[in-house]
Structure formats: structure tokens, C-alpha cells
């Protein structure tokens, strides 16, 4: 008897040290085979096998809260978004737009246009291949076609317009409505279509461009002075003429009176002009006479001390 019951004993205290088939509670640490990589069975993990399979699911892992280095092609199907800026297609979702910049081509329905930028071609509807690149660049923009606007709040008036080109801090186009112009330089604003404007045209706070260079031929059908007239001419200086002036002959004539050595010529001769003094219908030397304004003065001295007589006949020929 007392050999059974230390056999109960025994196997008591053996059973005690085994866990239960169903819903066991286990002390200690359990040992199981680690079952191979890749496995895909009811079979127990392992902690051998768990951080194996976690180590080489982490590897391939994109992590949106930590520096990582990415390898390989990631395709999305919409926009995204990164720090605030929008890259992608704009709203209209077609692969031939690109769209870089919070607002950029959001309410766009047009094909092949480029925004870059702030809120570039951000009403653009059913314009197309328009290029807008810097903050708000043709941000008003709807259906013109074919623009191109770089540099910050350029072509901010262009709705409607086409085949235009903006380049520098807000050049624009005065009015919308304007095609096939040209606005280079900050604040340059084109007034009307065909036309090119270079740098600011002076109005509000902005100067002028006021000296143009350049080291080749300038070639043209035609060169206009905004304040020039039909009657002027412009000058390979620069400086405008009112041309050759009109030459006039006149032949003064009088009756001398006695030793009368003091004349009064009835125009001012022109500055080319060479007055020619005739006594009697015989010309005179040029040292015989002085000019001064319409003042002429006789000298005697130097055409022989002859001193003019009663009714000669004296006659001054020039131009004026």
C-alpha cells in the first residue's frame, strides 16, 4: 500500500510539471523545432523563426516616419502630395500634363500643358500647351493656348490669350485678348498683339529701358521715335533732325549814297553761306566787306580807297 500510494505521489507530481493539451499555460521557456523559412503550415513559430521572417519583410518595408532609401519604380495613380507641394498630373489626370505645386493645373481640362509653381495655371480649363513656370504663373489663364510664362505672377491678365511669351518678375500683357506678344524683363508689359516690349515702358514706380545694345546689325522694315513727325529725320547719332533746311537766293540791291560804307542785308545769310558783294555789277574782294548778322560793312581801304559814290549800284548775293 504504501508503495502505491508513493507511486501516486510520483506520477502526480510528473503530471503537474506537463501542460495541458488544450489551452495550455506554460512556465519556463519552451523549446520547439524552427520550422524553415518561408513555411506556411499550422506549425508553431519560433522566435528563431519570427525575427527571421520580420528581418526580410522590414527589408522591403517602406518607412513613412524615418530617413530610408528606397530602391526601385513606385507607381502611384493620382497626384501626390510631399511637404505641401503637388507633383503630378493636375486634375484633369492626363499624361500629357505635368503639374509641380500646391494649386498647379487644379481646375485643368486641357492637354500637354507644364505648371511649376504656386498655383500655376490654376484656373486652366481648356487651354492647351501652355508653359507656366514660377509662383501664380498664368494663374488666371482659361482657354488661351500656346503660352509661355516664367518668372513669378507673369501673365497674370492673360485669360483668353494665345501664343504669348512673359519672361520676368510680372510681365504681363496689358489687357486680355492679346496674341503673338513679347514682354521681357520685370514688370514689362506688352500693350498690343504682334508686339514686343523690353523691360518696363517707365509707367508707375518702374523705369524705363532706355539704352538697348547690341554688338550685330539691327535689320528692320522701318524705325519709328514715338515722338518723332513726317518732317524729321533720325541720325546715325541718335539724335533727331528736321533735315536739310530749304536754301534760299537772294541778291540785295541798293543805291549808294555818298562814302555810304554801312549795309542792311534783308535776311541772315545761313552759317554756309558766302555773301558776295558787287560794285557797279564788278565783284569785290572778300577782305573789301565784313558781315555781321544782317549788318554789312564796306572798307574802302582794302578795295583800292575808292569810297562809293552817289547812285552806285551795290549788290550782295547769298543764301539764307
Not at 13 to 38: C, F, Y
Not at 45 to 63: G, M, P, Q, R, Y
Amino acid at each position: 500500500q504504501t508503495t502505491v500510494a508513493s507511486n501516486k505521489a510520483a506520477t502526480d507530481t510528473a503530471l503537474n510539471l506537463k501542460a495541458d493539451l488544450e489551452s495550455p499555460t506554460l512556465t519556463g521557456t519552451p523549446l520547439a523545432p524552427t520550422a524553415v523559412s518561408g513555411t506556411n503550415t499550422t506549425q508553431i513559430a519560433t522566435t528563431e523563426f519570427v525575427t527571421t521572417a520580420t528581418v526580410a519583410l522590414s527589408a522591403n518595408f517602406v518607412d513613412l516616419t524615418n530617413t530610408q532609401t528606397i530602391s526601385g519604380t513606385k507607381n502611384y495613380t493620382s497626384d501626390a502630395i510631399i511637404n505641401g507641394v503637388t507633383v503630378g498630373r493636375g486634375k484633369f489626370n492626363e499624361n500629357s500634363n505635368t503639374a509641380v505645386g500646391l494649386g498647379a493645373l487644379e481646375s485643368n481640362a486641357g492637354y500637354a500643358n507644364t505648371a511649376i509653381g504656386r498655383g500655376a495655371l490654376a484656373l486652366n480649363d481648356n487651354g492647351n500647351g501652355n508653359t507656366a513656370l514660377g509662383y501664380t504663373a498664368l494663374s488666371n489663364n482659361i482657354s488661351g493656348v500656346d503660352n509661355v510664362s516664367i518668372g513669378s505672377s507673369t501673365l497674370s491678365n492673360n485669360t483668353s490669350g494665345s501664343g504669348n511669351t512673359a519672361i520676368g518678375n510680372r510681365a504681363d500683357v496689358a489687357t486680355d485678348g492679346i496674341t503673338n506678344s513679347v514682354a521681357i524683363g520685370a514688370n514689362a508689359i506688352v500693350t498690343a498683339s504682334n508686339t514686343i516690349q523690353l523691360g518696363s515702358d517707365g509707367t508707375g514706380s518702374h523705369s524705363a529701358i532706355t539704352d538697348v545694345k547690341t554688338s550685330g546689325s539691327l535689320t528692320a522694315a522701318g524705325y519709328k521715335i514715338p515722338t518723332g513727325t513726317s518732317a524729321q529725320f533720325l541720325m546715325a547719332d541718335g539724335t533727331i533732325s528736321t533735315g536739310t533746311a530749304e536754301v534760299r537766293e537772294v541778291a540785295d540791291e541798293f543805291s549808294a549814297t555818298i562814302s555810304q560804307t554801312e549795309f542792311t542785308l534783308n535776311q541772315a545769310p545761313s552759317a554756309n553761306s558766302k555773301v558776295k558783294m558787287y560794285v557797279n555789277g564788278i565783284r569785290i574782294s572778300n577782305t573789301a566787306y565784313s558781315l555781321s548778322g544782317t549788318t554789312l560793312t564796306y572798307i574802302p581801304a582794302n578795295n583800292g580807297s575808292y569810297s562809293l559814290s552817289v547812285s552806285d549800284r551795290i549788290q550782295f548775293d547769298y543764301f539764307y
